[in-house]
């Protein structure tokens, strides 16, 4: 492979994009009075969140073992996959290429950006990832590929050949949607991050550290990407309370360990459950997440007897290479046998 400019992948209007200089990053130095802003005097939040979110970053930075910039905080992971079209894709024009089935942002931002969409169907039943087959999608305006491992939602991690074949075989982004990382046993690529300029590694608070409500996600790339999402999006785009409250989980982060053990715990003991005891349960699927993948004899039928019992699950019946497939979420040990008393009586 040869060397890739990152400026030739970059949509040029992003990369001559001059940003909008906040108020409050324009001074340098000591101040107590701050009427730069026009913001209000009076109340608790009355001043404009940190735009950069510098103390948040150290503390992730120390977690994740990265540098602070090499990080980007979005809006839930939504914000750095809308970014990332936005930044690399010319509407009309360019492409990504994408695995099937898995999570279904990459498409609806891909639509919404108006850039085409790619997809490599992965290997019936195992899930893999078949990298020649991703590589023979791409062309000359292929600007980025996207791989989430583990995946939703057949919860499977993608083998790390597979991503390096993708890593050294494509020129341009390849993204790495790791949401469901902390419930897998295998490194991140984020240990690999210094190695492959044209990585970027998606992570979230939502899944592992249990702060869905608070939308925040996070983006590991190179320190020049980085620049280029900081400049791209909104200045204020992660608000006082949600940078306070996740601040507060990172000095609790043993917590997490402990709950994403207690949760893979469950999910072992959900998963021989449902295999031994439940008629209705044809296969359930191995799984790297917080959820399985569990093939019916009926998926509707068994989705409407859950329902009418008060459990939703997430129906993928109609998903591709997922026929008669149910998502279901690991809960706590009350919620799992609810749900495994809930499917007893299905046919
Ligand atoms: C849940 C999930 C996310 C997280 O999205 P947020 O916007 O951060 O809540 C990202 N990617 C995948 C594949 C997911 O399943």
Redesign the pocket.
Known sequence: MQTVNLKDLVRPNIWALEPYSCARSEFKGEARFFLDANENPFGEYNRYPDPLQVALKEKIAKIKGVRTSQIML??????P?DLIYRIFCRPGVDNVVAMCP??G?YKVAADTNDVEYREAMLEEETFALLPEKMLALADQNTKVMWV?SP???TGNLISPEAIETLLNGFGGILVV?E??IDFADSPSWLKRLDEFPRLIV?Q????AWGL?GL???MAFASEEIIAIFNKVKYPYNINMLTQKAVSEALDNARLVDGRARYLVGERKRVAECLTMFIDCVEHVYPSD?NFLLVKMTNADAAYAHLLERGVVTRNRNRVKLCGNCLRITIGDDNENDVLIAGLVAVK
Do not use: Q, V, W
Request: net charge negative; glycine share 12%; with cysteine.
């Open positions: 979005g809006n839930g992971s939504d914000e996959i898995t999570y942002m989430c995946n939703n939602p949607d949401a469901y998606l979230t608070f939502s899944k869905a939308r925040c996600g997440a």
